[in-house]
């Protein structure tokens, strides 16, 4: 297993636009967390899925945000006209459910919008 | 979501042990105490977790107070890769509130 896979690494786009990302999660895992951390600060939680349910979504996640886990594999967030507020770094994790499993992060896809 | 604190930023000096503190006060019986690092320009890493007991991984040792209102990441000899920001997560048992809560962590620096 090579771990969290994020793609694209990195995404310029133009305000107004729309993008989308995916994580391929460590296949046995059947929690996924998607994750957004601006320079500086700690990353703030997003959503996160058991299997294909969503089940919790924050406050952060406008209605231009939507993420979906499709068969309970990958997942994709789609950022609807994107705004420059909306330059981060996004971060996806996976775990096995259960508090004695930690986090299992990928590398992240870097926002710009311009 | 109970809060940590911890300081800002920390040096020591290579192939020395660190002890990076961290207050709980408000920590509840059954908040689980997380550690997580991230190195520059990568996600975040597990370190270590633990409830009431001093637990050891290969990474690092977690102390945890008696009253468990603080703890401490300790790494038995720093080296260069292990500058980063570490962050010290509750993370509580009651379900719909299980998730990682990252606060601004402490970074490392590691003087050669």
């Known amino acids: 297993d090579t771990g969290v896979s994020q793609n694209p690494r990195h995404k310029i786009t133009k305000r107004g636009q729309n993008v989308t990302f995916r994580c391929d999660p460590i296949?046995?895992?059947?929690?996924l967390y998607w994750y957004r951390q601006t320079l500086g600060q700690g990353p703030e939680f997003l959503t996160y899925?058991?299997?294909?349910?969503?089940?919790?979504k924050s406050r952060l996640l406008s209605d231009r945000f939507s993420a979906e886990r499709p068969k309970g594999s990958f997942s994709t967030l789609e950022i609807q006209r994107t705004e420059q507020g909306d330059s981060a770094m996004y971060l996806c994790a996976s775990s096995l459910a259960g508090l004695n499993y930690g986090y299992t992060f990928g590398s992240g896809t870097r926002l710009t919008v311009v | 979501d109970a809060k940590t604190t911890q300081p800002n930023s920390m040096e020591s000096n290579e192939e020395e042990p660190v002890h990076l503190p961290c207050n709980h006060s408000t920590i509840s019986g059954t908040d689980y105490i997380h550690w997580y690092r991230q190195l520059p320009s990568q996600g975040p890493e597990y370190v270590i977790h633990g409830l009431t007991s001093n637990v050891n991984n290969r990474m690092a040792s977690l102390a945890i107070a008696e009253d468990r209102k603080s703890s401490t990441l300790i790494l038995h000899r720093a080296t260069l890769r292990d500058a980063a920001v570490y962050y010290c997560i509750l993370r509580s048992t009651n379900f719909g509130n299980e998730k990682l809560t990252f606060g601004t962590g402490t970074r490392l620096t590691i003087i050669p």
């Open positions: 899925f058991q299997n294909e349910a969503q089940l919790e």
């Open positions: 296949s046995e895992h059947n929690r």
